[in-house]
T-cell receptor, first 113, second 115 residues
């Protein structure tokens, strides 16, 4: 079956620091990969996605590259802001699994001024 | 603002009771899926409805059931509530089920507490 493993948090950073959140996956079939963000008291928002190997998804300064050889989709941002404090979820979908989203456990990020 | 609205936002029930959660899809979307997010965990897929029929289900017992209406709004029903059912329940809508790249739009969720 499909599964996603991401680094546990919390991750505490100072403003303007570099952020990396590791994500690896196992999948039956050829997955599409996603990063979602959840701000306090809110639902999930799609942050970025990649649909095939070597694709790079990017949005709001965040980037992630679909690495098929290492089954990874690590999230990075070069200079975080206090407003980036949230919980980040790595996820995947495969047609074989009916296009349902399979999520990792989430990584809480806290950015201090 | 995703256009997906859920009600109520918070709910408190006791063990053994039944609960109904509601979701209004984004306009033009015919597919709704429900997820359970326990505290400190990632969301888990419960089931999906496409044009009023269930067309996918996760590893949840039959006491979790759903409906989708002709206007594509949806309900999640949980019978015989257990303490472990306490979670944030998220609804997501999309325009189709056939494409793994189709964007899902999530509501803000219903926080259910079972005492």
């Amino acid at each position: 079956g499909n599964s996603v493993t991401q680094m546990e948090g919390p991750v505490t950073l100072s403003e303007e620091a570099f952020l990396t959140i590791n994500c690896t996956y196992t999948a039956t079939g050829y997955p599409s990969l996603f990063w979602y963000v959840q701000y306090p008291g809110e639902g999930l928002q799609l942050l970025l996605k990649a649909t095939k190997a070597d694709d790079k998804g990017s949005n709001k300064g965040f980037e992630a590259t679909y690495r098929k050889e290492t089954t990874s989709f690590h999230l990075e941002k070069g200079s975080v802001q206090v407003s980036d404090s949230a919980v980040y979820f790595c996820a995947l979908r495969t047609k074989a699994a009916g296009n349902k989203l399979t999520f990792g456990g989430g990584t809480r990020v806290l950015v201090k001024p | 603002e995703t256009g997906v609205t859920q009600s109520p936002t918070h709910l408190i029930k006791t063990r053994g009771q039944q609960v109904t959660l509601r979701c209004s899809s984004q306009s033009g979307h015919n597919t709704v899926s429900w997820y359970q997010q326990a505290l400190g965990q990632g969301p888990q897929f419960i089931f999906q409805y496409y044009r009023e029929e269930e067309n996918g289900r996760g590893n949840f017992p039959p006491r979790f059931s759903g409906l989708q209406f002709p206007n594509y709004s949806s309900e999640l029903n949980v019978n015989a509530l257990e303490l472990d059912d306490s979670a944030l329940y998220l609804c997501a809508s999309s325009a189709s089920t056939g494409d793994k790249n189709e964007k899902l739009f999530f509501g803000s969720g219903t926080q259910l507490s079972v005492l």
